[in-house]
């Protein structure tokens, strides 16, 4: 069974402080994204990564960066966090065209 | 986005009966999948289609790339298939295996 962990499950933070959202897959995939879902919203797609060491820019980046130290690790950093990027953060994995996402339980994330 | 009209927004449903999720593409997509968001917020995978259709219990879908279109249709529907019902699609033209989802589903299943 695919497995995709994100932590931490939940987090608080204050406007303008860092976070970094942390997302492991023991799939041995190749791609790993990061989607922010809003309340009412489809999920939308703000960083991916097909090869470690390389990120790419996904369709809402803005205020967000990415890090893919090795294969099975993604991570999303917001480096001055704002009161607009309160939602819920989900992490998949895929091995590429035509194979199926593998979602990470999510992490709620609350700026106030 | 705005490639992806998911419809309807919300869908009430008797215990023991069924309906149909659709979800329309701008353009030709390489593959569809579905997926159900539970109670606990995690998104479960419900089916991946490349073509054709395909059934697992009371739940079917279907996806037609030329005719831009995937449905998934749940019959007798039970108390457990309440959630948020979404559809990812991958966009044949970017190349980049990347997904791009509708706005979902919020489905109640009532008593």
């Known amino acids: 069974e695919a497995a995709v962990t994100q932590s931490p499950r939940s987090k608080v933070a204050v406007t303008g402080g860092k976070v970094t959202l942390s997302c492991h897959q023991t799939?041995?995939?190749?791609?790993m994204y990061w989607y922010r879902q809003d309340t009412g919203h489809g999920l939308r797609l703000i960083h991916y990564?097909?090869?470690?060491?390389?990120?790419e820019k996904g369709d809402i980046p803005d205020g967000y960066k990415a890090s893919r130290p090795s294969q099975e690790n993604f991570s999303l950093i917001l480096e001055l966090a704002s009161l607009s990027q309160t939602a819920v953060y989900f992490c998949?994995?895929?091995?590429?065209?035509?194979?199926?996402?593998?979602f990470g339980s999510g992490t709620r994330l609350t700026v106030l | 986005g705005d490639q992806v009209e998911q419809s309807p927004s919300a869908l009430s449903l008797h215990e023991g009966t069924g309906s149909a999720l659709r979800c329309n593409f701008t353009?030709?997509?390489?593959?569809v999948q579905w997926f159900r968001k539970n109670s606990r917020g995690s998104l479960i995978n419900l089916f991946y289609?490349?073509?054709g259709t395909k059934e697992n219990g009371r739940l079917k879908s279907a996806f037609d790339s030329k005719e831009r279109y995937s449905t998934l249709h749940i019959r007798d529907a039970q108390l457990e298939d309440s959630g948020t019902y979404f559809c990812a699609a991958e966009d044949f033209n970017t190349g980049n295996y990347k997904y791009v989802f509708g706005a979902g589903t919020r489905l109640k299943v009532i008593a």
């Open positions: 998949a994995s895929s091995g590429g065209s035509a194979e199926t996402l593998y």
């Open positions: 289609l490349a073509s």
């Open positions: 990564s097909y090869v470690a060491d390389s990120t």
């Open positions: 353009t030709t997509m390489r593959a």
């Open positions: 799939n041995n995939h190749d791609y």
